[in-house]
Nanobody, 122 residues
């Protein structure tokens, strides 16, 4: 069973930056595709970004492309989400996810973290 623990959320002003981290345990991290999702109040959880198991392939939602960067450190079993030029509409609970491939991440991740709150003030 894979456990995922997010950290790094907080309150930031519009235009600012945050870096989220997700530490994984209980599985072979290097064989897992990883991703980030977010859920704003009153909205469904939506896809943000995904990265392949070895890291070279990444894919982003259009709403964050060019502002967010997903990366991973397999030696630390950690995936990151660097968020720049944050906007109030980025306010949400951000969830880390893991799965067998980037396709499965986007369709239905096998594992979820508990989430971390990101609030962007205008």
């Amino acid at each position: 069973q894979v456990q995922l623990v997010e950290s790094g959320g907080g309150l930031v002003q519009a235009g600012g930056s945050l870096r989220l981290s997700c530490a994984a345990s209980g599985g072979t991290f290097g064989s897992l595709a990883m991703g980030w999702f977010r859920q704003a109040p009153g909205s469904e959880r939506g896809f943000v970004a995904t990265i392949s198991s070895s890291g070279p392939y990444t894919y982003y939602a259009d709403s964050v492309k060019g502002r967010f960067t997903i990366s991973r450190d397999n030696a630390k079993s950690t995936v990151y989400l660097q968020m720049n030029n944050l906007k109030p509409e980025d306010t949400a609970v951000y969830y880390c996810a893991a799965g067998s491939s980037t396709v499965s991440i986007r369709r239905s991740p096998a594992y979820w973290g508990q989430g971390t709150q990101v609030t962007v003030s205008s």
